[in-house]
């Protein structure tokens, strides 16, 4: 029953239907009740549908992520840079999986709904003492985001986390250097700012929410994987020589 389940969840049709409804209520939060600034759209509308890996920083657990697959069905209706009418939802693009802590996806009915539409659940900390310990490259989690690029375009947080400026995780360093997939940064802002940590709750409304796409990074794939993880941190903009005091201060949005 649990193989016949996950089959289903796999299918095209089954994640277009939660990419709809997840869609339909996210939609006004989005583009209605704060402002959506995307840039950047020409840079992936003509990438091939697998072996892509989106690399971005992380403000929120979910609303991340929903724009994000917003401006990928959008795009695949040809739209530039703006979502427009949602009627993208009806013909979603689906071949999209975003890397999530398993710890996160299994906290509330929303997030287990939303783990259907395409979750690659990693462990990322435990619990030592009472505290939460980051943990470090795990081999099963590569092969899980490794299995998914193989067909799909790929979303992961480096950082792992939502805290700005965090050190980034050596694993997507490493699929880099070992799986050579596309790699497209990408340079979010404001969602911290709209929504509560969740991404599930407004905290102030008509906030500019931006999201940019830069160009695909080039590799040589020699380098090391400290030398590309601190390419893929510059390029996300969380490196220190992008540190500034404001919390989520996102240089690209200021001087794009």
């Not at 009472?130 to 992961?156: M, Q």
Request: net charge positive; aromatic share 14%.
């Amino acid at each position: 029953m649990k193989r016949w389940l996950k089959s289903l969840q796999q299918t095209r049709l089954f994640k277009s239907v939660v990419y709809f409804i997840i869609g339909v209520f996210s939609y006004p939060g989005v583009a209605i009740i704060n402002k959506l600034k995307i840039s950047g759209t020409e840079n992936i509308k003509d990438l091939p549908r697998k072996n892509v890996l989106f690399v971005s920083n992380h403000q929120t657990y979910f609303a991340d992520v929903i724009t994000l697959i917003h401006i990928f069905c959008a795009v695949k209706w040809r739209r530039q840079n703006k979502l427009g009418i949602p009627f993208y939802l009806l013909n979603p693009f689906t071949r999209v999986y975003f890397v999530a802590a398993a710890e996160t996806m299994k906290s509330t009915w929303i997030s287990r709904f939303f783990r259907w539409g395409g979750a690659i659940t990693v462990k990322r900390t435990w619990k030592k003492d009472g505290n939460e310990v980051r943990r470090g490259l795990d081999p099963g989690d590569t092969r899980k985001i490794s299995k998914a690029l193989e067909n799909n375009w790929v979303i992961t947080f480096p950082q792992g986390t939502t805290k700005p400026f965090a050190p980034g995780r050596k694993g997507t360093a490493f699929i880099i250097k070992h799986h050579k997939p596309i790699v497209v940064p990408v340079v979010i802002n404001g969602f911290w700012l709209a929504f509560d940590k969740r991404g599930l709750k407004f905290k102030k409304k008509g906030t500019l929410l931006s999201v940019h796409f830069k160009e695909p990074m080039q590799f040589t794939y020699e380098e090391s994987i400290d030398e590309i993880l601190e390419r893929v941190m510059d390029a996300i903009e969380q490196s220190k020589k992008f540190m500034l005091p404001g919390k989520h201060y996102a240089p690209s949005e200021i001087n794009p």
